[in-house]
């Protein structure tokens, strides 16, 4: 049964930092990983999908890895602003014709001016 | 090419009520899924629908939920006999034929039971 982890559960950081966010899963038979991030009450914004064959994608600041061997993926966040502040959540769908998405519970990162 | 959508925004029922969600998928798009997410707990999977066929319901609660996605109109996820419990917020996604791509995500529906 596959299962993500994000670590760190919540991350304070003050503005500019450079910051990585960890995403794990338990099943490396996966067909792609996403990243989304999520405001106070709001609904899911995506940010970063990378297919099981590729390695890495990347969008203005953020960077997110993907190593389907170890189950591991990464998403940098450079410069961090104040407006990064969010729950960043990741989530993988299985392969086979099951499309369902299995997420982690986030990382809540505040970004202090 | 609107995104998509679902209403109400904001649902709130008493105990013992019956709750409609709906969600209309992407133009184009053939699948819908229903997630929720229980206040401080992580999403969900609940329903996996193509039109007119449950391809996946094994997050649903066995009981009181049902969900549709009919040949003409909007999915529906149907909560019959609402308890305090159910209070979450519950997000449809909607997503093309081709397995690879990615499932895309309305605002989501505050559901709160009082």
């Known amino acids: 049964k596959q299962e993500v982890t994000q670590i760190p559960a919540a991350l304070s950081v003050p503005e500019g930092e450079n910051l990585v966010l960890n995403c794990s899963f338990t099943?490396?038979?996966?067909?792609?990983l996403q990243w989304f991030r999520q405001d106070p009450g709001k609904g899911l914004t995506s940010l970063l999908l990378i297919q099981s064959s590729q390695r890495e994608q990347t969008s203005g600041r953020l960077n997110a890895s993907l190593d389907k061997s170890s189950g591991r993926s990464t998403l940098y966040i450079a410069a961090s602003q104040p407006g990064d502040s969010a729950t960043y959540l990741c989530?993988?769908?299985?392969?086979?014709?099951?499309?369902?998405?299995?997420w982690g519970l986030g990382t809540s990162l505040a970004v202090n001016p | 090419n609107a995104g998509v959508m679902q209403n109400p925004r904001h649902l709130v029922r008493r105990r013992g009520q019956e709750a409609r969600l709906r969600c209309s998928p992407m133009k184009g798009h053939s699948h819908v899924y229903w997630y929720r997410q229980l206040p401080e707990e992580g999403l969900k999977f609940m329903v996996y629908?193509?039109?007119?066929?449950?391809?996946?319901e094994s997050g649903m609660p066995k009981e009181r939920f049902s969900a549709e996605f009919p040949k003409e109109g909007p999915s529906i996820l149907r909560i019959q006999q609402v308890v305090r419990g159910d209070s979450a917020a519950y997000f449809c996604?909607?997503?093309?034929?081709?397995?690879?791509?990615?499932?895309?995500f309305g605002p989501g529906t505050r559901l709160t039971v009082t």
């Open positions: 629908l193509q039109k007119e066929n449950i391809i996946d």
């Open positions: 989530a993988v769908k299985g392969a086979g014709n099951n499309r369902k998405l299995i």
């Open positions: 099943d490396s038979a996966i067909y792609n």
């Open positions: 996604a909607s997503s093309p034929d081709q397995i690879a791509y990615e499932q895309y």
